[in-house]
Each structure stands twice: as C-alpha cells, then as structure tokens.
C-alpha cells in the first residue's frame, strides 16, 4: 500500500533474481520432459498420417500443445530469472510463468475444438484406419507419457507452471490409453467409428483438464487471496499481536506459484514500540501463514489519513 503517511514503517523481502521460485526449482525435470514428449510427437504425428486415425492425430495434436507448453515453461522459468535492466519491473518478472500456463490452457482449447470439427467432418463416411500403428505408438506413448508423469509429480504441487505442464501429460496418458483402446476395437469389430467415439472422448478430457488450470490462472491473474489462505484468520492473527489495537488494508495476492505476498496497515496502541510489532507480524505472517515477502506500514491510534482513500 504506497500511501504517503510518513508514520510507516516498511518491512519485506525483495523479489531480485536470487529468489528461486517454485518453478525454477523443476526446471531440469520439465527439460527431460520436454526432450521426451518433443521426440514421441514426432514419431506420433507421422504414424498418425500413416494409419488415418483420428484418435491418433487428435493426440498428436496435444502433444504439440504439451510440446509448446513444455518450451514455454522452461522459457518463463529463465524469463522470470532475468536481473530487470527497465526499472519498471518492481516483482522482476515472475508473472511469465502464470502467462505461460494461461498459453497452456489456450493451447489444450483449441486442440479439443479441432477434435470435435474433424470428429464431425467424419460422420457419414467411411475412413480406412489402421491399427497396427495405433496400437504400437499408443503403448509406446503411455510409456514416455508415465515417464513424464514421475518426472513432473513433485512439482506440481508447488508450481502453476508444472501443474499446467503436468496436467498437460495427465491429459495425453488418458490420449495414449484412448488410442490403445480406440486400436483394439477398430480391429475386434471393424468399426472406424470407435476411432472417432474414442478421439471426442478425448476431447472432452482436456477440455475439463485445461478449465481447471485456467480457473486457478484467472485466480492469479486476478489478485484472488491465495488458495489455502483465509484474509479474515490472517487478520485475526495479526491484531492478537501485542501493542496492537486494529488491522486494515489487509491484501493478499499471488505473484507467482510459491511467492504470496502480503500488505497491511497496523495500528498501535499509544507507546508501543514499532519495530517489536514489525517483527512479529513478520513471524505470524511467514511462520503460520507461509508469506515471506509482506509490506507492513505501521501507525499510530491517532493517526488519519487511510479513511480519506476512495478505494
């Protein structure tokens, strides 16, 4: 809160380079991923032109959305480590990794809308599908898929930008079991139209898997109080602190995965000593609540001036 009181008292962390976000921290796990899920597609989308199958392409097709969310992770992770040379930039860059799981969820939306135009382009006719292919690269896409999972799970508790990443290979494992399966029934019934049934089914999968993600990116983008985080507790744990008489301009936000940050004003009773509140709100707030970079202005009970703010 940048009012101009003169009786505050500022206390936070700088968000330079140094600070390793949760992200940066998986970056070589989401690199192995990347070379792994890059290699498969190409070896996917060319069976899939060979067979014909729509199920085939239609995963060939989210694994180029995982191709190009994976390389935007590991962009937004080295982006979101550069020294800012403009000023301009207060909280560095971080906010490219939440930018890079919005492109992820755009991505999987426009894979998903291609499936249902193609799947109905088909309906009427009659498409030769083989199902040698599907079912070698199906099982051989569940392989690298499962491997890229174990590669991705510990991070994407941590990280927006893995959990877009992670969720991405979520939806392609389901891809891979679809294929196996759309192979099988092509070829026990010699019905094409297992293939196309299969493909919007999975469809359907990553548009629910890319509306989560992009409900938690609105989230952030949004300033919503991070997720876990209740403001009225933390206000509540803030005025137990001893000297102080009253919280307001409680904010709370998140910067990116792994960085919640906080502002509020304290106010005081008469004679208490400032930097004793400070440091305590410091600990409730990092040690109970999990934020490390807080910007607390502290003022005294006869103090005016917030009440004049319109907003």
């Known amino acids: 809160m940048g009012h101009g009181h003169g009786h505050g008292h500022g206390h936070g962390h700088s968000h330079g380079p140094g600070a390793a976000s949760a992200t940066g921290r998986h970056r070589g796990r989401l690199a192995a991923s990347f070379a792994l899920i890059a290699s498969y597609f190409v070896v996917e989308l060319a069976y899939g032109l060979i067979s014909g199958s729509l199920a085939l392409l239609?995963?060939?097709?989210?694994?180029?959305?995982?191709?190009?969310?994976?390389?935007?992770?590991?962009?937004?992770?080295?982006?979101?480590?550069?020294?800012?040379?403009?000023?301009?930039?207060?909280?560095?860059?971080?906010?490219?990794?939440?930018?890079?799981?919005?492109?992820?969820?755009?991505?999987?939306?426009?894979?998903?809308?291609?499936?249902?135009?193609?799947?109905?382009?088909?309906?009427?006719?009659?498409?030769?599908?083989?199902?040698?292919?599907?079912?070698?690269?199906?099982?051989?896409?569940?392989?690298?898929?499962?491997?890229?999972?174990?590669?991705?799970?510990?991070?994407?508790?941590?990280?927006?930008?893995?959990?877009?990443?992670?969720?991405?290979?979520?939806?392609?494992?389901?891809?891979?079991?679809?294929?196996?399966?759309?192979?099988?029934?092509?070829?026990?019934?010699?019905?094409?139209?297992?293939?196309?049934?299969?493909?919007l089914a999975i469809g359907a999968f990553v548009v629910v898997r890319a509306l989560i993600l992009g409900r938690q990116v609105l989230a952030v983008l949004g300033q919503h109080s991070p997720e876990g985080m209740n403001v009225d507790t933390i206000a509540n744990d803030l005025a137990t602190i001893d000297g102080v008489a009253d919280v307001h301009d409680l904010h709370l936000w998140t910067l990116t995965s792994g960085m919640p940050v906080a502002t509020a004003h304290l106010v005081t009773h008469d004679d208490t000593e400032s930097h004793a509140v400070l440091d305590r709100a410091r600990d409730v707030l990092r040690q109970r609540h999990g934020v490390a970079h807080a910007t607390l202005q502290v003022e005294p009970a006869d103090h005016r001036g917030c009440d004049e703010l319109g907003w």
């Open 58 to 199: 239609s995963d060939a097709g989210h694994m180029a959305a995982d191709v190009v969310t994976l390389a935007a992770a590991l962009t937004a992770t080295r982006i979101a480590a550069r020294r800012d040379t403009t000023g301009r930039r207060t909280y560095g860059s971080y906010r490219a990794e939440v930018f890079a799981s919005g492109l992820a969820v755009l991505l999987m939306l426009g894979v998903a809308a291609y499936i249902v135009v193609e799947a109905i382009g088909r309906i009427g006719t009659t498409a030769e599908v083989e199902t040698g292919p599907m079912l070698v690269v199906g099982a051989l896409g569940l392989a690298v898929n499962v491997a890229a999972l174990l590669l991705l799970r510990a991070g994407a508790s941590e990280s927006l930008n893995v959990k877009g990443a992670y969720l991405e290979v979520v939806a392609d494992t389901a891809g891979s079991v679809g294929v196996i399966a759309a192979g099988w029934l092509v070829a026990a019934t010699g019905q094409p139209v297992w293939d196309t049934l299969i493909a």
